[in-house]
């Protein structure tokens, strides 16, 4: 290599000579290209990167001489952009599908719905942080009305209120807050600034309850141009606005940064024409039902199945022999691979792959504010229905203890008589003017290592009420049912709250059987 060439690769590679490099300076599809030409390639990156740019040697000399005189970076974009459109040809040579997974780009959206949020979030592999509506205060001009709504014969009664649920959300927050003071009084060697902190987070918990689902919310995005692409195609074949309106500026803006992985991101009819055909044949009501968690179906066998997984990587033989031993086998010599397995972990470890054979599927109905968090974990599947008032809501204890129910009340059914009116003419729309507090149902699938994370980080003492009882009432579903996969699932959880927990429970299970 000549002095031209480590001058190149020192700008884009973190060494020229090491078997393991990071990349640094190099723009996202060009990565992806590198990438892909792993597969095909004799040579290591950093040649095959200096090959291809030395195929246009005028621009490469270009690249060179900048990087030598410390020219502006302006013309180094220059020559950067040449370079990405010569690689282009590389790029859709190799098949636009897998190289597109190598691009990752970070992708900011504000002043977007809360519903529209949870649509974008419902892509996986990828990595969201959205604003808190428990760290930050709202107001008047956080919401957003879609057109359709505006324009109907609802408008003025819509804008009316949401400007009443706008002035209780003021209203509630002193007496709220007010209330947290006395519960959780400063204590000595606290810090003052902690505390308030800590009490303003707590009250805008409760009172974010009425916040409707138009709030207007920011969301940052970390995601490769395969799964944007993906996501992209879902937003412009969705039935709202905003969506598509959102769909169409992130395949211009991220044209800018993938001109070449973003060019097949289009609505797709298959996902359009489904939808409309159900929604139009299936009915759309609810039957009301309070059950928050429901185990509806687990993996047969669970326990046989995780035992003969952790022998199967011990041992090497077949599967099928493994199992057939295991089924042979006392629960107490189960019980020993188990604790072998699991016992030495500490409170930073997380259990091995091996407990991701068994699958749990858990019917979940939670206030959608809560449902926000629950909704951004990956490793599962999930299920979603529209937002609808058919499940009534939730009432944070804060409000209730505050003196402040009554107000709560009063804008929660009127919010429940405006979704009623505009339901069947905007089912999609309708969904807007719903505040946060009302409940919806959600179908979660995971393995079971994600419940051993899912449990441990949602029910420690920083976490939502809301989400936090359901996580309790599944780790204590699981240790009624299967004690042995679950004995070493981490629940932050006091007696008092297990008795309380556990009775609610029993006498749901009494309602679903028809004995109350």
Not at 251 to 269: M, R, T
Not at 329 to 345: F, Q
Not at 356 to 363: C, I, Q
Not at 453 to 476: E, G, N, V, W
Request: proline share 4%; net charge neutral; glycine share 4%.
């Amino acid at each position: 290599m000549d002095n031209k060439d480590i001058l190149v690769l020192n700008h884009f590679f973190t060494n020229t000579d090491k078997p393991i490099f990071f990349v640094k300076n190099m723009h996202p599809e060009i990565w992806a290209l590198m990438q892909a030409r792993y597969s095909r390639a004799k040579e290591g990156m950093r040649e095959s990167f200096l090959n291809i740019l030395k195929e246009d040697p005028e621009n490469f000399e270009a690249i060179a001489r900048i990087l030598q005189d410390k020219e502006s970076s302006i013309s180094m974009d220059k020559a950067l952009d040449k370079a990405i459109k010569f690689m282009d040809k590389w790029v859709l040579g190799y098949g636009h599908a897998s190289v597109a997974e190598g691009a990752v780009v970070g992708v900011a959206l504000e002043g977007v719905s809360i519903i529209a949020t949870k649509i974008i979030e419902d892509n996986r592999l990828c990595s969201f942080i959205e604003k808190s509506t428990r760290y930050v205060q709202f107001d008047r001009n956080s919401f957003m009305i879609p057109e359709k709504l505006k324009k109907s014969k609802y408008g003025n009664e819509i804008e009316k209120y949401i400007d009443e649920l706008f002035d209780v959300y003021t209203k509630m927050r002193e007496p709220v807050l007010g209330y947290v003071k006395k519960s959780a009084p400063l204590k000595p060697g606290e810090s003052e600034s902690a505390w308030e902190r800590a009490c303003n987070g707590r009250t805008f918990d409760a009172i974010r309850y009425i916040l409707p689902a138009c709030t207007k919310t920011s969301l940052g995005w970390t995601v490769n141009a395969r799964n944007l692409a993906h996501g992209i195609s879902k937003l412009l074949s969705y039935p709202l606005d905003e969506m598509k309106e959102i769909g169409r500026m992130l395949k211009s803006e991220g044209g800018k940064v993938l001109p070449s992985l973003l060019k097949y991101a289009d609505e797709k009819k298959y996902y359009v024409d489904t939808e409309r055909e159900m929604r139009n044949s299936l009915k759309l009501e609810a039957e009301p039902n309070d059950a928050q968690v429901i185990l509806s179906s687990v993996t047969h066998d669970p326990l046989d199945i995780t035992v003969a997984a952790i022998l199967y990587r011990i041992r090497n033989h077949a599967y099928n022999d493994i199992l057939d031993e295991v089924k042979h086998m006392a629960n107490v010599e189960k019980e020993k691979i188990i604790d072998m397995y699991l016992s030495k972990m500490s409170d930073f470890d997380w259990p091995m792959r091996e407990l991701e054979h068994v699958y749990l599927t858990w019917d979940i109905l939670m206030d959608y504010g809560a449902f926000r968090d629950l909704q951004r974990h990956r490793i599962c599947t999930q299920t979603n229905a529209l937002l609808t008032t058919f499940n009534g809501y939730s009432t944070p204890p804060d409000i209730i203890h505050s003196g402040m129910q009554h107000e709560f009340d009063r804008v929660m059914r009127k919010a429940e008589e405006l979704y009623k009116k505009l339901y069947k003419e905007f089912p999609y729309e309708a969904q807007y003017i719903i505040p946060l507090g009302y409940r919806k149902r959600f179908l979660f699938t995971g393995n079971l290592r994600e419940m051993y994370h899912f449990i441990r980080l949602r029910t420690t003492p920083q976490a939502h009420f809301s989400y936090r009882d359901i996580a309790r009432k599944m780790y204590i579903t699981l240790k009624e049912k299967y004690p042995l996969l679950s004995k070493y699932i981490v629940c932050n959880m006091s007696d008092d709250e297990l008795g309380r927990l556990k009775s609610e429970l029993k006498f749901q299970e009494k309602v679903d059987k028809g004995l109350i």
